[in-house]
């Protein structure tokens, strides 16, 4: 695979507070010098509690937000300051996924407008042959053609989810972020979702950041997955990988969190205790050590640098060679089987359309 993307020490900071002539004091820094790749076709999942920069990070990339510091290099080129309409292509080739189905489409435009307005903004299609081109991305994302005659309020959540995607692909990306894309869904239309992600990036070789903080349903969907807190990231690994042999703390905690239908594997997890600390502030050393069972002093003095275990993964712990062995999850935590009952209930629901209303 060659090399879509490659962020070096990316660092966003937002002001938190101001003196009396406007100019800031105090910063919060919400991403802090995190470094990451993806290849061309691969699926990158980003997890970790709320706050902790997924969402900005995202963004940085699809520079709808302008990067503190550090480097974006897409496809082998430097995005980091491009402006104008440099920046106006760029958006043809990297696309956003947002989390509210909802609120991310125009009450006021027919899904077919929604879909069509890309086409005219980028003049990909002749217009003779835009409403050729609606139907064709709504067949694309499991819809049909008259569902381009109606509003964003006629649809469920998984529709409108699907409508997103479907105005996403419109401009034939390279890069898809979709930012907790499947969080505001129901657990089967979730699966129904990450189905058709899944089965669009094999058909369209997109690559795609999939952001979530559930990590059973990033393991459905990603090839590698990198675990943030607080505004860094402390372990890059293949999802397979990370879930037999997780070596950072924070993702062991993670991991047990994964809710188990056994009673003595539940009794068995390791949980966080105490608060994640005020991003304006943060701990010295190891921003983790606060709420780490295995933390030592110089976890609170010094701060761990990301390393490589030899075996494909990557992680900021200076005790990584000296924890425990994790318990291994249960095998009732694999996604298989209910992925496969989401494709057959993907299936019927197509197959059972709902006729077109009359107007």
Same mark, same amino acid.
């Given at each position: 695979m060659s090399r879509l993307l490659e962020v070096n020490g990316l660092t966003k900071r937002f002001v938190a507070k101001a003196n009396w002539y406007g100019r800031p004091i105090r910063h919060v820094s919400a991403v802090d010098d995190i470094s990451f790749t993806l290849d061309a076709g691969e699926t990158l999942g980003l997890v970790g509690e709320s706050g902790c920069g997924k969402s900005t990070t995202g963004r940085l990339v699809l520079r @709808? @937000?302008?990067p503190s510091a %550090?480097? #974006? +290099?897409?496809? %082998?080129?430097?995005?980091t300051g491009i402006e104008g309409s440099a920046l106006r292509d760029l958006r043809r080739e990297m696309q956003l996924v947002f989390q509210d189905p909802y609120a991310s489409l125009n009450p006021r435009m027919t899904i077919g407008d929604i879909l069509t307005e890309p086409l005219m @903004?980028? %003049?990909?299609? *002749? *217009?003779?042959k835009r409403k050729e081109r609606v139907a064709e991305l709504l067949q694309m994302v499991g819809l049909a053609p008259f569902h381009a005659r109606r509003y964003p309020h006629e649809f469920s959540g998984g529709q409108r989810q699907r409508v997103g995607i479907a105005r996403a692909l419109a401009v034939e990306p390279n890069l898809i972020v979709a930012d907790e894309a499947v969080s505001a869904l129901d657990v089967s239309v979730q699966a129904q979702v990450l189905n058709l992600l899944k089965d669009l990036q094999a058909k369209l070789g997109i690559a795609l950041i999939f952001i979530a903080h559930d990590l059973a349903v990033v393991r459905h969907i990603a090839d590698r997955i990198a675990v943030m807190y607080l505004g860094r990231i402390v372990e890059v690994a293949p999802t397979r990988q990370l879930f037999a042999t997780p070596r950072h703390p924070y993702t062991r905690a993670l991991l047990s969190a994964i809710p188990v239908p056994q009673p003595r594997a539940a009794r068995q997890r390791e949980m966080l205790t105490g608060d994640v600390p005020s991003p304006i502030d943060p701990p010295p050393g =190891? +921003?983790?050590?606060?709420? =780490?069972?295995?933390? #030592?002093d110089r976890c609170r003095q010094e701060t761990p640098a990301m390393q490589s275990t030899g075996d494909g993964q990557e992680v900021a712990c200076h005790r990584w060679t000296e924890l425990p062995a994790a318990a291994p999850l249960p095998a009732t935590t694999d996604s298989a089987g209910a992925a496969r009952l989401a494709r057959l209930q993907a299936r019927?629901?197509?197959s059972t359309e709902v006729p077109p209303l009359s107007r």
């Amino acid at each position: 695979m060659s090399r879509l993307l490659e962020v070096n020490g990316l660092t966003k900071r937002f002001v938190a507070k101001a003196n009396w002539y406007g100019r800031p004091i105090r910063h919060v820094s919400a991403v802090d010098d995190i470094s990451f790749t993806l290849d061309a076709g691969e699926t990158l999942g980003l997890v970790g509690e709320s706050g902790c920069g997924k969402s900005t990070t995202g963004r940085l990339v699809l520079r @709808l @937000l302008d990067p503190s510091a %550090g480097s #974006i +290099r897409y496809d %082998g080129r430097d995005i980091t300051g491009i402006e104008g309409s440099a920046l106006r292509d760029l958006r043809r080739e990297m696309q956003l996924v947002f989390q509210d189905p909802y609120a991310s489409l125009n009450p006021r435009m027919t899904i077919g407008d929604i879909l069509t307005e890309p086409l005219m @903004l980028h %003049g990909l299609v *002749p *217009p003779a042959k835009r409403k050729e081109r609606v139907a064709e991305l709504l067949q694309m994302v499991g819809l049909a053609p008259f569902h381009a005659r109606r509003y964003p309020h006629e649809f469920s959540g998984g529709q409108r989810q699907r409508v997103g995607i479907a105005r996403a692909l419109a401009v034939e990306p390279n890069l898809i972020v979709a930012d907790e894309a499947v969080s505001a869904l129901d657990v089967s239309v979730q699966a129904q979702v990450l189905n058709l992600l899944k089965d669009l990036q094999a058909k369209l070789g997109i690559a795609l950041i999939f952001i979530a903080h559930d990590l059973a349903v990033v393991r459905h969907i990603a090839d590698r997955i990198a675990v943030m807190y607080l505004g860094r990231i402390v372990e890059v690994a293949p999802t397979r990988q990370l879930f037999a042999t997780p070596r950072h703390p924070y993702t062991r905690a993670l991991l047990s969190a994964i809710p188990v239908p056994q009673p003595r594997a539940a009794r068995q997890r390791e949980m966080l205790t105490g608060d994640v600390p005020s991003p304006i502030d943060p701990p010295p050393g =190891c +921003r983790f050590h606060t709420r =780490c069972p295995f933390a #030592i002093d110089r976890c609170r003095q010094e701060t761990p640098a990301m390393q490589s275990t030899g075996d494909g993964q990557e992680v900021a712990c200076h005790r990584w060679t000296e924890l425990p062995a994790a318990a291994p999850l249960p095998a009732t935590t694999d996604s298989a089987g209910a992925a496969r009952l989401a494709r057959l209930q993907a299936r019927f629901v197509q197959s059972t359309e709902v006729p077109p209303l009359s107007r």
